[in-house]
């Protein structure tokens, strides 16, 4: 049966190869790297790393069972969630440790019959606007909402104004006939 | 010695980019043919140096100099051949060399291309782009030297980041470049044209095929980024609306509507500062991209490691060559202008409608791109703008495009006619809206608004655009004389808009009807998504030529049959310590069905994202489509034939010889 | 007139980025700026008392510290929580995020234990209450237990000095 695993992160110490990527990337953790391409700490980091031998305690996070609507839900909202610690990315695609603690947490109150507006405040409520994708409507973003509109209605007035302006404007010989071509470009000096 | 010598290479470039910048200005002042003619040599002589740097950068790669500090970043001495090539471009330095390389070899082609022009204006379109790489070549020497020695040197390199080492990545830069710097051209066509003030059909006639060829080199460029992301990210997506997929968007978007407006300026000698600002708007966003890649003012999944003090050039060089353009155009435009009728029920009203559509989405990209940042520059908290935004504010803005080029091949220029426009588009029309409702319950069972609204859109622009070519081949007793007599320019245009409906069917396809799933499985066990069963069968080791891996084994069925079996992996790059998904794809028209590996667990059970993805292919055969319809377009007839007359006087002239 | 629209749209968009180059897109500002702590309720490493909650706050000014032996912009830091502990009358919480005790442990005795109290946030469920998007962060709480600050980041000698010591100063 389908569970939500979440890339549920492994246990410590599981894997040796494994096991130094964790350190590596938990090694950045306050500016933690995602999937992304942070690079150049690389060396000095690794030097860091190599004698904090210690990596975080991923939890592991049991399924919570979700009605197929909830189901619904919950999978619409993730990707409206930005992940804090990542580049940018949504709670949906992260693979970092907390996006996965976050998506639990979703689920539990999804699970609880919280509804899209009560779990998006509870995240805002911690973490800020910055968490919602697509910011709510009000003054600061009033601008950002009606921006693409207000630019759609104002070409649209300006390609009217410009035929009214140029009506019964008897046209000027087109120049695109081969003989006034070969004119201009036998002219070249 | 080879890395000394490259800089040496970029420290000349730069010399001979100045002189090209300034002789034929001084010529054209003076009215001196020798210094105008100069341009052309120098454009030559810049791109030989140029392609020198380039080649010790690339031996100093495939030689895994690392003493060299931008090799020992991101070379290794595992590395495949393949990628210590490709890894010149895989961080900024390189990239940056890329990004000359490629803008010189555009000057070059300018300046042989342009001999059939009058000699001021190819003097002075070369004169601009030497600007242009002149201040690319002090980005490189002040900030961003590729050749800088690394003391003492590493035993080892750093490695390419592994997500790059994919064969999509490898070729996405160059292309995107090719499209990027390719509106350069255009960009200094419509520099020169605001100098010496001629901006005729002509003009037009000349700046369309560049247009066109950085155009659709930038459409698969895009084209390839997207489909990289979606097998390398991992997790099914083919596009994020992240800043900087925006960058790279924008300029695109501009460079769609200048090919359009070029399309008026040359038929009609109509809507010229417009057609300028266009030209200058399409470079200016390619730069903007550039700026925001590289600075890191915005936060992105794949910008490069950033600098304040290269954010700071940028900005300076931008600031410089827009705002001179700009100013330009300020002070020269008001001359520009013509006077003509112009209908809105004609073919350049319609134009002129896509241009209002395109431009308004343009800017709605930059608008959601920038807010957040604008609001914090007014304390006015942080918020985020992602696809959620984008996705609800741009597919109604390019909804009525759609309308739009179904009309484009059947209303003629200067007055459209409403009666024949009817009789030609009802049949595409019919199949369309019958289509729109039939298609997503044919394919999928079950229809949504998105699902139909795609359909519909999509097959009428396909219908709409192949009655065009339809018509034209019946014009002709033979089918097939009239199939050739059709012209490259619209073949091009014909495939273009074919490829946006294939396009619209993919998008509104996967959007609709695509599922996911996130499942534990135990050995043996199975889960089912969009009809088929996915049962994993096991996972084991396995080891690449840089890499190790885990790998694991999942049989895919539908209907009691083996369709596919995949093998995701999590690979392991030591040199980097960087853990990858590496997912697997049975890859169809139809369907794509895809997964990738998430964790293993001790009791051996795997979790595993699964993915079906309908009609996701369309999406990239759709720009397929788009960059062979520019390819068709840009080497139309009609911009030879001055070369040909061109020939044929040499012809002549050597047989007199002879 | 209106040719010269895009030169101006051009110089707004460069002051703009003239202000995104001087300022860190990935600094998100806590809503919890000016609300009494959120509440917890954590065991505590040594086990005197055996936990502790938001209450257990309240008095003094402090200073609570998310941190983990696994992290590298803690390691960072140390030194200089070190040095506030032993020069500054404030009192410093540390919460061990998402940390085993058993690296914990030995983590302390190598470099020293800067906290008056330890408290263990195993599966980072006060973390995410706390709005921690990413270790170290620091928060400043006055006597009633309100969030005066909060420093994403490791805690710098700048920070205490132009930040946090004139808030303390303020409100005490």
Known sequence: MPFDANTPSSPPGRGPGFALHMHLRNAKNWIPACAGMTKRLGAALLLLTIFTANAEVETVHPPIPLTEQQEALYKGLLPELRCLVCQNESLAESQASLAADLRYEVRGLVAKGQDEAQIKKYLTDRYGDFVLYKPPFEQRTALLWAGPGLLVLLGLIMLVAYTRRTRGVPTAPPKNDEAALKKILDDAP | MIPELGHFAVILALGVALLQAIVPLLGWRRRDARLLSFAGSAAQGQFLCVAAAYASLTYCFVTKDFSVAYVAENDHSQLPLIYRITAVWGAHEGSLLLWVLILSGWTLAVSVFNRRLPLDMSALVLSVLGMVSTGFYLFILLTSSPFTRLVPAPAEGHDLNPILQDPGLAIHPPMLYMGYVGFSVAFAFAIAALITGRLDAAWARWTRPWTTTAWMFLTMGITLGSWWAYKELGWGGWWFWDPVENASFMPWLAGTALIHSLAVTEKRGLLKSWTVLLAILAFSLSLLGTFLVRSGVLVSVHAFASDPSRGMFILAFMAVVVGGALTLYAWRAPKLVTTGELKLFSREGLLLFNNVFLVAACAAVLLGTLYPLALDAMHLGKISVGPPYFNAVFLPMITPLFLLVGLAAVVPWKRGDWRETVR?????????????????????????????????????????????????????????????????????????????????????????????????????????????????????????????????????????????????????????????????????????????LGEGYDDGSWSLRVYYKPMIRMIWLGGIFMFFGGLLAASDKRYRLARAAERRAIEIAEGAVA | MRYAIPLVVLVALIGLFIFGLQSDPRLVPSPLIGKAAPAFDLPTLDGQPQRMSQADLQGAPVLVNFFASWCAGCQEEHPYLMQLSRNSQVKLVGIDYKDAEADLRPWLTRKGNPYGQILTDLEGRAGIDWGVYGVPETFVLDAKGTILYKQVGPMTPEVWEHEIQPLLKATS
């Open chain 2, 424 to 596: 030609r588009l009802r049949w595409p029309a019919v199949i369309a809206v019958i289509l729109g409702v039939l298609l997503p319950f044919a394919l999928h069972g079950r229809t949504t608004l998105l699902a139909a609204t795609g359909a519909l859109l999509g097959t009428w622009a396909i219908f709409a655009a192949a009655q065009d070519v339809w018509r034209r081949m019946r014009a002709k007793l033979e089918w097939r004389a009239g199939l050739r007599a059709v012209p490259r320019a619209v073949w091009g245009m014909t495939l273009a808009h074919i490829g946006l409906g294939i396009w619209a069917l993919g998008v509104s396809g996967v959007i609709s009807f695509g599922d996911e799933k996130d499942v534990r499985l135990a050995r043996g066990a199975e889960t089912e998504l969009g009809g088929y069963s996915f049962r994993f069968q096991e996972a084991g080791e396995q080891s690449g030529p840089n890499y190790t891996a885990q790998q694991g084994t999942v049989l895919v069925e539908h209907g009691g049959r083996v369709v596919a079996t995949l093998h995701p992996q999590k690979r392991l790059y030591p040199s980097q310590g960087t853990v990858l998904t590496e997912s697997s794809i049975d890859a169809g028209l139809m369907r794509d069905l895809y997964v990738s």
